[in-house]
């Protein structure tokens, strides 16, 4: 298991007393606890987001185009009949 690594970063005093409010709220006042699930959190937010983003264009490449279950089945078999 890899070690961890500490960081220490710089906030105003308005902003630590978010910072108190939300690691009270969510951490049990932890402030790296917090930080770790602020980063799970927006990291899944941002897979989330390049997810949609490549369906869009995938849906847009097929002229949103999209095909059922049935519709895939009826097509590998159309072709496989051509084929033979």
Do not use: C
């Amino acid at each position: 298991m890899s070690r961890s690594v500490t960081l220490s970063f710089s906030v105003s005093p308005q902003l630590l007393e978010d910072l108190t409010l939300v690691t009270d709220e969510f951490a049990q006042g932890n402030r790296s606890e917090f930080l770790r699930m602020a980063i799970r959190d927006f990291a899944s937010r941002a897979k989330d987001s390049r997810r949609a983003e490549q369906r869009a264009l995938s849906l847009e490449a097929q002229n949103h185009v999209t095909y059922s279950r049935d519709d895939i089945k009826a097509l590998v078999q159309k072709i496989r009949s051509e084929k033979g």
